[in-house]
C-alpha cells in the first residue's frame, strides 16, 4: 500500500497566517491526490484533487501543489473558519490511503 | 445536492457482523461513480474500507483480511457494508461517501458511530 506522510502533525497559527502542509508519498503518485478539511463531529470536506484543482466553492485562499511523492497544501491568509484538522489521500492505486492529519490550531 | 445518510446498529458484539445501510438522495447511484466506505476510529484518522460501482464490482482494503463485503441495490438507491468478525478495535465512526472520477470524495454521509462491546 502506498503510505502517506503528513507533516508537521499539528501546528499552531493565527489569523492573517500563511501556513503550508506537507504529504510525501511512499512511492510516485502523479498528481493523484486530494485535500480534505475536517472539523469536530463532521466528516472531512473536499478541497482540492489532482493535487492542485480547487473544488468548486472552496475559497481561493486555498492551494495544493506538487506531484510525484511531494505535495503541498497551502492556505495563504489563515480564517477564523480554517482551524481544523486536514488530511491528504492518494488515489493511484488501491488500497485508498489517507495521511494521518494535520492539526491546524489557533496560537 | 447529492446527499447521504448511513444507517444501522450502534452497538455490535464482538465476534459478530457490523452492518450498514448508505441511502443516496437527490442523485441516482446507478451512475459512473464509486459509491466508498470510510471508518474513523475515535480521535484518530480516516481509514478506506471498501469501493463498490454500480455494476457490483468491488474493492476492499486487504487489511481487513477478508472480513469486509459490499453490495449495491440501484432500485432502493443504497448500498451497504458488512463487517464480520469485528473486535473493539472496528469501534468508529463509519462514513460512506461518492467517489468521483478524479478519485476524490466529493460527498460524504454525516456519519454513523459504531460500538463494539465486549
Known amino acids: 500500500a502506498i503510505q502517506l506522510t503528513q507533516s508537521p502533525s499539528s501546528l499552531s497559527a493565527s489569523v492573517g497566517d500563511r501556513v503550508s502542509i506537507t504529504c510525501r508519498a511512499s512511492?510516485?503518485?502523479?498528481?493523484?491526490l486530494a485535500w480534505y478539511q475536517q472539523k469536530p463531529g463532521k466528516p472531512p470536506k473536499f478541497l482540492i484533487y489532482d493535487a492542485s484543482t480547487l473544488e468548486e466553492g472552496v475559497p481561493s485562499t486555498f492551494s495544493g501543489s506538487g506531484s510525484g511523492t511531494d505535495f503541498t497544501l497551502t492556505i495563504s491568509s489563515l480564517q477564523p473558519e480554517d482551524f481544523a484538522t486536514y488530511y491528504c489521500?492518494?488515489?493511484?492505486?488501491?488500497?485508498?490511503?489517507f495521511g494521518q492529519g494535520t492539526r491546524l490550531e489557533i496560537k | 445536492q447529492v446527499q447521504l445518510q448511513e444507517s444501522g446498529p450502534g452497538l455490535v458484539k464482538a465476534s459478530e457482523t457490523l452492518s450498514l445501510t448508505c441511502t443516496v438522495s437527490?442523485?441516482?447511484?446507478?451512475?459512473?461513480?464509486?459509491w466508498d466506505w470510510i471508518r474513523q476510529p475515535p480521535g484518530k484518522g480516516l481509514e478506506w474500507l471498501g469501493s463498490i460501482y454500480e455494476s457490483g464490482s468491488a474493492y476492499y482494503n486487504p487489511s481487513l483480511n477478508s472480513r469486509i463485503s459490499m453490495s449495491i441495490d440501484t432500485s432502493a438507491n443504497q448500498f451497504s457494508l458488512k463487517l464480520r468478525s469485528v473486535t473493539a478495535a472496528d469501534t468508529a465512526v463509519y462514513y460512506c461517501?461518492?467517489?468521483?472520477?478524479?478519485?476524490?470524495?466529493?460527498?460524504w454521509g454525516q456519519g454513523a458511530l459504531v460500538t463494539v462491546s465486549a
Open positions: 437527490e442523485y441516482s447511484i446507478n451512475s459512473p461513480y464509486y
Open positions: 461517501a461518492r467517489r468521483e472520477p478524479s478519485g476524490g470524495f466529493d460527498y
Open positions: 489521500q492518494q488515489f493511484k492505486s488501491y488500497p485508498i490511503t
Open positions: 512511492q510516485g503518485i502523479s498528481t493523484a
